[in-house]
C-alpha cells in the first residue's frame, strides 16, 4: 500500500501564482459582461444611500500615481459601503473646461487665431472627449467599479445649464456684481484667476528704497523732506498715486547728509543700516495720523503722491511708508477707494506697460523694472537698490509669476455669507482634524472671488449688457439662457447674437433701441466644478444631496473643497458635504514631486503591467494616504510578498475545505474544541476591528490587522498544527470537520473583507469557494460581528497559552541550532511551569504537543524543580530532547508504537488503525 493515498491532501485548482497582469484583464472582462455595476446597484436598492461624491478630475493626460491613489481610495469606500448595508452608487465625473486644454491644443498646432470662437470650442471639447476617454480605461484597470457609460461632465448640456442656474440663483441673492479691482492676473495664461489657481515659489526680486519729495507738508513736514519707501516692484512706480502710513504708528523725520527723509521710528535701525546712515541726527517726531492728506510728488510723473491712513501698515519690513499703487494691490485697492483715487493700471493683459505708464510702453513689467529703477537713479530718487529671494504667487498651470492687476472683473461676494460659511464647517466631519482648522482659516481670511476669466473654452457668464451699459441678470434670462444650454450646449452663446439669445420680445429700459450686447468673459473652472453638488447630486436620481463624503487630494482645500462650499451655502444654506477626507501628494522615493522633466515618475501602467492592479491597490492600502505618500518601485516589491502570502494562505483553506460542504458538515460553535472557537474569536474580533476601519476610512489599519491575521493567527498557528489533523485523519473525523468548520468560515469571512482592497483576487478565490450561492463576492456583504458566549474568557486563556507556546518555539530553535533536534516533530518537550501554568495545562482537553508540533511532550515538574540543563523562559523552564521511538512513515510523529501492527509495521497504531478501517481497499 503506497500511505500518501490515504493522506488528505489539499486540492484546489485556484492557482498559486497570481498571474495578476495577465488574469485581472479577463476579471474585468467578466465583470463587464455580467453589467456588476448595475447588479450590485439592483442588490442594494431600497437601502440607506451613501453617497461619494466624485471630485473630478481633469480631463487632460494619462493617469498618474496621485490619480490612482485617489481613485483606488474612492474605491475601497464605495465597494465597502456598498457591502456594509448601504445603497453606494458611484457616479464618476470630469473636469472638462479650461486653459489647460486650450493650452494643449496650442501646443499640438491649432492656430487659434485664425479660427473663430465656435471652431476652437469644438475642437477643446472633441480633444477633453479623447482625455476622458483614457483616463476611464485608466482607471477601469485598475479595478474601480462605477457608472462609467453615464460619468458626469463639466461640458455636458446638462451640466452646464444648472451652472447657470446656480449662477442665477446667487444673481438673485445680490452675491454676484461687476467690479474694477486689482485681481491676481497671469500675463502667460492672459486670464484673471482665483486663489485657488495660485501656487507660491521663490523668485528673486529687486529690492529697491525710493524718496517722495514733499510737496505740501501740511504744517507738518517741511518742503525739503522726502518720504522713503521700499518696494520689490519697481515696475508699479508708475501707477502711484499715495503713500499709506499707520495712524498709530510714531513717524521721524533724520536729517542725513544734506537731506531730510520720514520713516518710521520702529524700522528707523534696519533702515539706517540698509542705507548705510551712519552719521544720522532725528529732527523731530510726528504722528502717522497727523500725516494724513499730506501731498508728495511723484518721483518722475507731473503728479501728486498723498499721504493716506492705513491699517495695513506693519513694521515687520520696509519703511514703515508703503508705497500705494491702487490698481495693483488688494490693500492698495482699498486705502484708494477711501481717499477718492483713482484706479490707475498701465499694464495690458500680455504684462506689458501701457501709453499711461510715459517712457515705458511696450516694455514687458520684468523688463520695465529695470528702466525704472534706472530713471529713478536719474532724478536723484533712488536711495538703494539690492535683489532679494522671496515667495512669490505664480500661475499654477503656466508655473509663472502672476502680477496683481485692476481689471473689471465678475466677483461672487463672501462677506454676506461668511458667517454661514464658517458656521457649515463646524458642521462638517473632518478625518484629517487639521482640515477644518485650513479651510476655515482660508474662508475666514478670502476676499470676494473673482469668478471671470479672459478666456473661452469654458461656460459663459450669462450676462447681457444694455444700450446704457448696464448689466443685466434677470430669472427670465437666466432660465431662458440655462434652457438653450440644455438644448444646445453653452457653444451657442457664440454661435448667436445677443438679441438671439434673449427671451423673445425681451425688453429694457436701458436699451430704448432695443439693442443688447453680451459678456465675453466665461467662468472660473472652479465654479463648474463646485457647482457639481447642484448639476449632479441634486439631478440625479440615485444620488442624493449633501453627500456623506468628498475626498480630494490635500489642495483642494483652497480648490473643490472649497469653491463647493461657498456655492452650497450661497445656494443651499448648507455645506454640500457631511464628511470630507483628503489624501497627500505622491512624490518619489526622496521626497521630491513627480516631473516628467525630472525623469522620476511612476505612472499607474508600469506598475499594473509588472506587478498587477491588485499589488498597486495594496500598495494604496498599506500607505498613511493622509500624508504625502513616497512611490518607489520597491514599493510594490514589498506588498507583493505581503500579497504572495494572502494569496498562499488562502489557497491552502481552499484546498484543505476541497471535501467539506458547509450544509452538511458544519460544526456549530458550542460543539468545536476550545482551540478552533478561539481561532473564531480572533477572526470575530478582526471583524469587528476590519468593519470599523473601513467605516472611518483607515484603510491601512486594515491592511496592518489582517496580514497579521493571516500571518501569526492562521499560517504560524492555527494551519500549521491543522495539518497533522487535515491531513492524517480520516474524513469525517469530527476534529477534522471542526477545523474545516473554522477555516471554512475564516476562508468566506476574510475573502468578504479583502473585496473591497482586492477586489479582483477576492471574486477570483470566491469562484472557488465551495457552497456560496452568489456568482460574485461583490454581491455579498462583509460579515457580522458576532457575539459569542465565553469570548472574553476564552481570549484571555489562550492568549495566556500562546505567550507559553512562544517560549516553547525560541527552546525548539535554540535546540535546533545546537543540533539536538532537526524538525520540531522529532522533539521531546519537557516543561517545568509555575502554578498558574500548570493550572492552565490542565485545562486544556487539545492534544498539546499535536499544537506545538513536537512528537512527546510532559509537564514534569515545578518551574523551580527543573534541572541545570533547562531554558529557563518567561512562562516556563524548557528541556527539549529527541524523542524517543520511530517515524511513523505516514504522518512523521516519532513515536515507541510503530510497528504494533503487523499489517502496517511503519504506521504507528493511531495510522494503522485509521488505514484499516478506512483505507484497506488501497494497494500497491
Known sequence: MDYKDTLLMPKTDFPMRGNLPKKEPEIQARWEEMDIYKKVQERTKGRPKFILHDGPPYANGSLHMGHALNKVLKDFIVRSRSMMGYDAPYVPGWDTHGLPIEQELTKKGVKRKELSVVEFRKLCEQYAYEQVDIQRTGFKKLGVRGDWEHPYLTLHHSFEAQQIRVFGEMAKKGLIYKGLKPVYWSPSSESALAEAEIEYKDIKSPSIYVAFPIKDGKGVLDSDTEIVIWTTTPWTIPANLGISVHPHLQYVVVNVGNRKFVVAEDLLKSVS??????DYQVLKTVKGSDLEYVLAKHPFYDRDSLVMLGEHVTTDAGTGCVHTAPGHGEDDFYVGQKYNLDVLSPVDDKGCMTEEAPGFEGLFYEEANKHITKKLEEVGALLKLSFLTHSYPHDWRTKKPVIFRATPQWFASIDPIREQLLKEIHQVNWYNKWGETRL???????????????????????????????????????????SLFEQHGSNIWFEREAKDLLPEGFSHPGSPNGLFTKENDIMDVWFDSGSSHHGVLRTREELQFPADIYLEGSDQYRGW?????????????????????????????????????????????????????????????SVDYTADVKVFMDNFKQVSEVYRKIRNTLRFMLGTTADFDPKQHTVPYENLREVDQYILVKLNNLVKKVRHAYETYNFMEIYHDMNKFFTIDLSSFYLDFAKDVLYIEAENNPIRRSMQTVIYECLVSLTKMLAPILAHTADEVWAYIKGVEEESVQLTDLPEYKEYPNAV??????????????????????????????????????????????????SISENIGQIFIVSDFEVAGHYDEAPSNALKLEKASIVVTKAEGETCERCWVVTKDVGHNHHHPTLCTRCANIVEEHYSHLVN
Open 273 to 278: 543700516e540698509e542705507l548705510d546712515w551712519i
Open 440 to 482: 476655515y482659516n482660508m474662508i475666514r481670511d478670502r476676499g470676494d472671488w473673482c469668478i471671470s476669466r479672459q478666456r473661452v473654452w469654458g461656460v459663459p457668464i450669462p450676462v447681457f449688457y444694455a444700450e446704457n451699459g448696464e448689466p443685466i441678470i434677470t430669472e427670465k434670462t437666466i432660465e431662458h439662457v440655462a
Open 561 to 621: 473643497f472649497n469653491s463647493s462650499l461657498i456655492i452650497s451655502v450661497a445656494v443651499n444654506g448648507v455645506a454640500p458635504y457631511k464628511g470630507v477626507v483628503s489624501n497627500g501628494f505622491t512624490v518619489d522615493a526622496e521626497g521630491k514631486k513627480m516631473s516628467k522633466s525630472i525623469g522620476n515618475t511612476i505612472v499607474p501602467d508600469q506598475v499594473t503591467k509588472q506587478f498587477g492592479a491588485d499589488i498597486l491597490r495594496l500598495w494604496v492600502a
Open 793 to 842: 474568557q476564552l481570549e484571555e486563556k489562550w492568549s495566556q497559552f500562546m505567550k507559553l507556546r512562544d517560549d516553547v518555539l525560541k527552546a525548539l530553535e535554540e535546540a535546533r541550532n545546537e543540533k539536538i533536534i532537526g524538525k520540531s516533530l522529532t522533539a521531546k518537550v519537557t516543561l517545568y511551569v509555575h502554578d498558574d501554568v500548570k493550572q492552565l495545562l490542565d
